[in-house]
């Protein structure tokens, strides 16, 4: 299946692709507002993605631009390091690391609404190594979406150029990046990225 075109979202050239999107409609502009607020400070906040997405969902942390921890929004150039289950990058103490590199904010006419933040997979902040701590090259990208029209709202996750990670690691790193894509790379981050579009625009059990 060709993957979508999505305003913001890289091309897709080679490699494999990811799509994963849910809209909800309702009934009138206010409950559309109040529910987009909601799901805007589920989308920003970071380092609750993990219960947000639930079950067996990697552990999302951010860090500024210097590697610090912190507990914000995000910003531009700051990094999300990722605790996936099993094996994790084993020069970084088993943590996985993108970096933002671009968060894109559109408004129009109080109508349309829409926040996209551009992730890309990097070093860790701190590193002295020259190698990506990714299983995907640096080339890939993940792209985290929400949007709001006048009755209705939407998030997505896009995947693209997704390939194995061996030109930016060791021997080591090349070894568990082609196992861990070998054995599911697409088919584990397809299931993690549906739980957490899902987990965003669950409203059934909220009560704030």
Not at 76 to 94: A, H, L, S, W
Not at 199 to 206: A, I, Q, T
Request: aromatic content about 12%.
């Amino acid at each position: 299946m060709e993957a979508a075109k999505i305003q913001g979202v890289p091309t897709q050239q080679r490699g494999s692709h990811l799509d994963v999107q849910k809209e909800s409609h309702f009934r009138d502009p206010q409950e559309t507002m109040e529910s987009f607020e909601l799901l805007k400070a589920r989308f920003f906040s970071i380092n609750h993605w993990k219960e947000i997405c639930g079950g067996m969902s990697a552990d999302f942390r951010l860090f500024d631009k210097s590697g610090v921890y912190v507990d914000r929004m995000p910003q531009e150039g700051d990094f999300i390091r990722v605790d996936i289950p099993g094996p994790g990058d084993i020069y970084e103490k088993g943590f996985d690391w993108v970096r933002i590199v671009k968060i894109d904010e559109r408004i129009y006419d109080g109508q349309l609404e829409r926040y996209l933040i551009l992730c890309r997979p990097s070093s860790a902040p701190d590193s002295k190594k020259n190698h990506v701590a990714h299983f995907y090259s640096p080339q890939s990208s993940s792209s985290f979406l929400i949007e709001r029209g006048a009755t209705y709202i939407k998030a997505g996750v896009y995947g693209r150029n997704e390939l194995p990670n061996y030109a930016h690691t060791g021997l080591m790193g090349k070894i568990r990046n082609f196992f861990i894509y070998l054995g599911g790379a697409m088919r584990m981050t397809k299931m993690q990225w549906k739980s957490l579009v899902e987990g965003l625009m669950d409203f059934k059990n909220d009560e704030s």
